[in-house]
């Protein structure tokens, strides 16, 4: 169960970082307030 509470807790992440990323926040400013890798920002479209 703990796993999948992680997963949410990714998942939530990159909607966040692609809401970010429409605002025009830069990938340094979404990994900050998101705690997801730069890399993983990058890929996210």
Known sequence: ME???A??????AI???LKFKKMG???EQIA???GLT???IE???
């Open 3 to 5: 796993e999948t509470k």
């Open 7 to 12: 997963e949410g807790e990714h998942k939530k």
């Open 15 to 17: 909607e966040t970082a």
């Open 25 to 27: 926040l830069s990938v």
């Open 32 to 34: 900050e307030g998101t």
């Open 38 to 40: 730069i890399d993983e």
């Open 43 to 45: 890929k996210l479209k």
